[in-house]
C-alpha cells in the first residue's frame, strides 16, 4: 500500500482534470488511489433527501436514538442538525463518499465462536497498521484506528482537489460529522440499506467503514443527472432481525438504538436494563451478529479473494496481563480501558452480569475472541 505522500507525487498515476465541475470518475480515481475500495459521488441536495430527513425526524422524535444527545441537537432554524447537509454546510453541493473494506476472510465470525470463556469485540475495532522494517527486521503490525487511518487519506483527497481546481469550500469526516454516512453513500450508488439498517455493498458487504468528503463544486452535469441507486436485494430474507439477541430490529430497516448491543457497550452511558442485559451474551464492545448473518457477506467472503483494506487489517488480540497493550490506538478506547480491564464477560459493567438468553455463562476476564 503505497503512503500518502507517495499518492500525492505519484504523476503516473493521475487522472485526468475535470473540465466541468466534479465527475463521478474524477473523483472515484483519487479514491481508489488514495487507497479506498470504491467511492460514490452525488450532488446535493439529491433525490431523496426529504424522505431521509423524515425518516431521521421520525427515528429521533420515537426515541430511537436513546441517550444520544448529539443526534438530537437541533440548528437555530429548528431543524436537526443531522436531517439534511444542507442544515449546517447549506455551501454543500457535492459529497464524495468512499468504502474501505474490512472483511477479511481470516476474521472469525461472532455466531461461529463458542469459548464461554471469551468477551467478543467488534471486529471494526481489529485494525492495525504495518510499520515499516528496518534492516533485517521486518515491519510488525501495531493497532491503529480507523478514524486517522482514512481521515489522512479523506484530507489527501481533499488536498489533491484544490491542487486541481483551486479554492472551494470543503470538510472531510469519518464518524465524526452532524452527516448521516448511512443516508449518502445509498445515494451515491454505493449499496443500499438492508435490514439490517447497515450499508450492503453488493461485493463487499457490510463490513466497511464510511468517509465523507462534503465540497461545494458542482458535479458535472452528466453525473448529476445519472441514475445512481442500487435496488435492495435483502429480498425476503430476516436472518439479521431473527438473529438479533435484544430485539433492537424492530421491524425490517428500522432499528432502536436504545436496544441495540452496540449502543448498549459504546454510546449508553447509564445502567443496562435487566431485560437487555440478560440476553448481551459475551458481547463487550459493539455486536456483530447481524452481520455475520448476513448472506451477502458470506458471498463476499466466499467470492474472493475479497478486496480488504491492507492498511485496516486485523491484528491478534493480546491475552492476559498484555491484552490491554493491543488495544492501545484502537477505536475500541472510546469505552474507556478501566471498564473493559476485568470485565465479566460479554458486560462490563455490575448491573448486567447476567446469563446469555441461549445459556451461556459469564465467568473469568474478558479476552478477545480474535
Known amino acids: 500500500m503505497a503512503q500518502l505522500g507517495e499518492i500525492l507525487e505519484d504523476s503516473m498515476a493521475q487522472p485526468e482534470t475535470p473540465a466541468s465541475g466534479l465527475s463521478q470518475e474524477y473523483a472515484n ?3 481508489l488511489e488514495a487507497g479506498f475500495q470504491e467511492a460514490g459521488l452525488v450532488a446535493l441536495p439529491y433525490e431523496a433527501e426529504a424522505r431521509d430527513a423524515e425518516r431521521f425526524r421520525e427515528w429521533v422524535a420515537a426515541g430511537r436514538a436513546g441517550t444520544m444527545g448529539y443526534l438530537q441537537r437541533k440548528a437555530e432554524s429548528g431543524q436537526l442538525l443531522r436531517e439534511r447537509v444542507g442544515v449546517t454546510f447549506p455551501w454543500a453541493r457535492s ?8 472483511a477479511f476472510p481470516s476474521a472469525p465470525l461472532s455466531t461461529k465462536t463458542q469459548d464461554p470463556r471469551s468477551g467478543w469485540i467488534a471486529r471494526y475495532t481489529w485494525t492495525s497498521r504495518l510499520l515499516p522494517s528496518r534492516g533485517d527486521a521486518k515491519g510488525e503490525r501495531r493497532p491503529s484506528d480507523y478514524h486517522k487511518v482514512l481521515f489522512k487519506r479523506m484530507r489527501a483527497i481533499e488536498a489533491r482537489l484544490h491542487e486541481q481546481l483551486g479554492e472551494f469550500e470543503s470538510r472531510a469526516y469519518v464518524d465524526t460529522g452532524p452527516i448521516v454516512e448511512r443516508a449518502l453513500a445509498a445515494a451515491a450508488g454505493l449499496g443500499w440499506t438492508g435490514k439490517n439498517t447497515c450499508l450492503i455493498h453488493q461485493s463487499l458487504g457490510s463490513f466497511g467503514f464510511l468517509a465523507v468528503l462534503l465540497t461545494s463544486l458542482e458535479v458535472t452535469p452528466k453525473d448529476k443527472t445519472a441514475e445512481l441507486l442500487v435496488a435492495d436485494r435483502c429480498g425476503s430474507c430476516t ?8 430485539d433492537a430490529l424492530v421491524a425490517p430497516y428500522q432499528m432502536d438504538a436504545s436496544r441495540c448491543i452496540s449502543y448498549l457497550t459504546i454510546e449508553h452511558k447509564g445502567p443496562i436494563e435487566e431485560e437487555l442485559a440478560e440476553n448481551m451474551g459475551r458481547q463487550v464492545f459493539g455486536c456483530d451478529i447481524c452481520q455475520d448473518v448476513c448472506p451477502w457477506n458470506g458471498k463476499a467472503q466466499r467470492g ?15 491475552q492476559s496481563s498484555a491484552r490491554m497493550a493491543g488495544l492501545s490506538g484502537r477505536a475500541v478506547l472510546r469505552a474507556r480501558v478501566q471498564r473493559l480491564a ?3 464477560c460479554g458486560i462490563p459493567r455490575p448491573q448486567a452480569q447476567r446469563g446469555h438468553r441461549h445459556g451461556q455463562q459469564r465467568t473469568g476476564s474478558v479476552r478477545a475472541a480474535a
Open 342 to 344: 476485568g470485565a465479566p
Open 95 to 102: 459529497a464524495l463518499v468512499c468504502f474501505a473494506s474490512y
Open 29 to 31: 480515481s483519487l479514491a
Open 239 to 246: 436472518r439479521c432481525i431473527e438473529a438479533c439477541p435484544t
Open 304 to 318: 474472493g479473494p475479497i478486496i480488504a483494506d491492507a492498511d485496516l487489517e486485523p491484528r491478534r488480540a493480546h
